[in-house]
T-cell receptor, first 113, second 114 residues
Framework: DTGVSQDPRHKITKRGQNVTFRCDPISEHNRLYWYRQTLGQGPEFLTY????????KSRLLSDRFSAERPKGSFSTLEIQRTEQGDSAMYLC???????????FGPGTRLTVT | LAKTTQPISMDSYEGQEVNITCSHNNIATNDYITWYQQFPSQGPRFIIQ???TKVTNEVASLFIPADRKSSTLSLPRVSLSDTAVYYCLVGDPTGGNAGNMLTFGGGTRLMVKP
């Protein structure tokens, strides 16, 4: 257990539905990251927060995706109008600033049917 | 960002030493080399990080030659529980790209057999 938690661990949804995932980072970590991982591939960066500010977004983050980190604590990742191609593991990571390692949560596995 | 190349898969037996080599020919002066381990259905876990020569911790050793164009992760006396995917990453942990997000390649799938 790294101290980063994600909820839910698994989500099955039908195409076209909206889903929201939550990440609770390690409490003193000001930086929070979302990654997506498909089967057999390494994680791919989606977006990054420093405190409550979303500072970086990958081009993988289409307009159907939105992420928030109100008050610089937990974060949510919402996917609207899900597509089968959204099926993946969504990973959250956090770290303290200054070049320290990233601590990953267990991920949320999304299956879109 | 420097591209990394590592073997897709490796097999080993319990008790053996495993060495996984990663090539990173375009590594920049400020880049560090970092290895992560990932078990099925879990997030990646930091193993070790180094800049040059040799780094050792309780889990592994990291060997980096003088030209830094490659690095070798060494796992001593592996057990079945070391079966995982190992990722080699290269980047500047203190600056460079905003936020220092990690760029993962495909990793090396290590299978430890009894």
């Amino acid at each position: 257990d790294t101290g980063v938690s994600q909820d839910p661990r698994h989500k099955i949804t039908k195409r076209g539905q909206n889903v929201t995932f939550r990440c609770d980072p390690i409490s003193e970590h000001n930086r929070l990251y979302w990654y997506r991982q498909t089967l057999g591939q390494g994680p791919e960066f989606l977006t990054y927060f420093q405190n409550e500010a979303q500072l970086e977004k990958s081009r993988l983050l289409s307009d159907r995706f939105s992420a928030e980190r109100p008050k610089g604590s937990f974060s949510t990742l919402e996917i609207q109008r899900t597509e089968q191609g959204d099926s993946a593991m969504y990973l959250c990571a956090s770290r303290l600033g200054g070049g320290s390692e990233q601590y990953f949560g267990p991920g949320t596995r999304l299956t879109v049917t | 960002l420097a591209k990394t190349t590592q073997p897709i898969s490796m097999d080993s037996y319990e008790g053996q030493e495993v060495n996984i080599t990663c090539s990173h020919n375009n590594i920049a002066t400020n880049d560090y080399i970092t290895w992560y381990q990932q078990f099925p259905s879990q997030g990646p876990r930091f193993i070790i990080q180094g800049y040059k020569t040799k780094v050792t911790n309780e889990v592994a050793s990291l060997f980096i030659p003088a030209d830094r164009k490659s690095s070798t992760l060494s796992l001593p006396r592996v057990s079945l529980s070391d079966t995982a995917v190992y990722y080699c990453l290269v980047g500047d942990p203190t600056g460079g790209n905003a936020g220092n997000m990690l760029t993962f390649g495909g990793g090396t799938r290590l299978m430890v057999k009894p």
